[in-house]
């Protein structure tokens, strides 16, 4: 029985390890067939598309030059701040915060309102996948 578990442990630290878990991995999913819905020649996200989306500035909702790492810094693990109220973010990259990409509804509120703040715009499947690519891969 104690093998039994240590082996059904073993197993989730490794799911957790290499992959999304499964929730994540069913949300990843359907942004995929959303994806190929838009575009027929779509065949998988990207993280280096994804840093792109990550990294450049845009004319944001508050009229002002903007990025994901604005907030959440250029380096992914460490933490970061909102420069206009000054709060703290803890670290984005599930390397150095493993509850990060765990809660598929925590994920997909924020990148709905993280996206309109830089984008002013809800972010397209493809854009949503290719950014949760990037930040899995820190
Ligand atoms: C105005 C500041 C700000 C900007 C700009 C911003 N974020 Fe966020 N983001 C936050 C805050 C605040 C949270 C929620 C607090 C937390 O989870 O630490 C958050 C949470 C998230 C989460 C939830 C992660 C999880 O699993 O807990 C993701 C994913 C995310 N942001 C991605 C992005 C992306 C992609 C962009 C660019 C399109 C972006 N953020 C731009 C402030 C920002």
Redesign the pocket.
Known sequence: MKKYILGMTLCVISINAGGFNPPMQAYINTLKTQAKQADTGFSDFDAKRGEK??LSKHI?KRGTE???A???SQNLTSA?K???TN?S??P?APSANP?????VA??QK??K???N???KRE?TAQEKGD??YY?KSK
Do not use: A, Q
Request: overall charge positive; glycine content about 8%; aromatic content about 12%.
């Open positions: 989306i990550f944001g903007v990025s994901c604005s907030c959440h970061g909102n420069p206009v709060k973010i803890k984005l509850s990060r990409l765990t809660e925590e994920v924020w990148l309102r993280n996206f703040d830089v984008y972010g950014v949760l930040i």
